[in-house]
Each structure stands twice: as C-alpha cells, then as structure tokens.
C-alpha cells in the first residue's frame, strides 16, 4: 500500500482525502501507538466511517475538512454513486448527489498544527491536488525526509483548472522525483488517460528544488 512500508513506529503520517479510512488505518497499524496519524477528509460520511474504523487507534486524529488553497468554507459535490468521487468541482462527479458546505484549510497550517514532520504525506484530493501543493511549496520544500505520495488524475486536474503538467512540472522543479517511472513517462500516461482514469506516484525529494513559487 503507498506508503506504509516507509513509515516505522514512531512516525507522522498525513492522509489528505483519507475517505473512509483504509489507507489512515495502514498507517496507524504501521506507526504504532508512539506515532501519530492525521486523517483529512471533507466528507461527513467518510469522516464518519473513518472515524469508525480508527476507534481502536487513539493516537489517529480525523478532521471533517477540505485542504484547498485558503482557509475559506467551500462547496463539496457529493457523488451518489461512489462517495470517493466527491469533489470541489462539480464537473469531477459522475453521479450529482448531495452538495455540503465544508470548512478549508491550508495545508501549511495543517503541517504546523501537526508539528512533527510527516514521514509519509498522501494527497488524494479529487483534483485539488496541484492548488494544495501550490499554496504550500515553500513549507514542502522544508521537508527534508518525507514521502510524497500524490494522485495524478489528468481530467479532474483539468476541470480544477491545472493539468497533469503543472502538477509534474511542479515536482520536478521542487526536487522530487518518482520511484517507480520518469517525469516524462509520466506525462506519456496522464496524456492518454481519460474520464476518470489515474495513477499514484510515490515521490521522494533527492536534490535541492531549483526553484520557488
């Protein structure tokens, strides 16, 4: 599972779009109870489920919040058919279902209230990938020692206003690389996916970033 063979016990993770849980209880499995887990998740049914399925792991903390470039409340499109597919962009969701106002968050003051940097730091947003890492580059490039572990779903990106690119491009100008392709075979794979096709990729940062922004 992304991630968790990476984080020994003792260690932060950060689950950004933990959903219902299942990567947040890897973790917590893996860090032990000397470690600490921090679930983000903007929707009141996962959360909820998430919740659920923490309750024997007290040193897990679940927060019902949407990480986005700003700290403002914003709208989350729930998708009827597969809450997995909730998004802040309409145009993400297959199914229209319920619409939740929901409280934003930065994800500087989301790594400032955790303290301890995160060894791991999964980001599975629905699209929002490329404005949470935008907004947060400056403290990004401060972790010397931390897993990245990023969805790249090229449609989603798009209808947020991004693109699989400026996602890439923002990883390599930021020192990270991928474990197990290259940035350009990774552009290869995002320009023929569509609809809702993506991949992950496990980043780790093995050079000084080139650039800040």
């Keep these: 599972m992304l991630g968790v063979d990476d984080l020994r016990p003792g260690d932060t993770a950060l689950d950004i779009g933990a959903n219902v849980g299942a990567f947040t209880v890897a973790y917590a499995k893996r860090v032990g109870p000397t470690g600490r887990v921090w679930a983000v998740e903007p929707h009141p049914v996962a959360v909820a489920a998430c919740r659920a399925a923490t309750a024997d792991y ?5 927060q019902q919040v949407a990480v986005v470039g700003s700290g403002d409340r914003v709208t989350l499109y729930g998708d009827r058919g597969d809450m997995r597919r909730s998004s802040l962009w309409a145009e993400n969701v297959m199914q229209e279902g319920e619409a939740y106002s929901v409280p934003g968050a930065r994800l500087r003051h989301i790594l400032s209230a955790v ?3 995160p060894r791991v730091i999964k980001i599975d947003a629905q699209g929002a990938e490329m404005a949470i890492l935008r907004d947060a580059s400056d403290v990004l490039d401060g972790l010397q020692d931390t897993v990245l572990v990023l969805e790249i779903w090229p449609a989603g990106l798009q209808a947020a206003g991004s693109s699989a690119d400026e996602l890439i491009d923002w990883c390599e100008a930021h020192g990270w690389t991928a474990d197990d392709r290259t940035w350009a ?14 991949f992950d990729v496990v980043c ?5 970033p080139d650039c800040r922004g």
């Design 204 to 208: 780790r940062r093995h050079s000084s």
């Design 58 to 62: 007290p040193w897990v903390t679940v």
């Design 185 to 198: 075979s990774a552009r290869q794979a995002a320009a023929g996916m569509t609809g809702h096709k993506a």
């Design 115 to 117: 303290r301890t940097p």
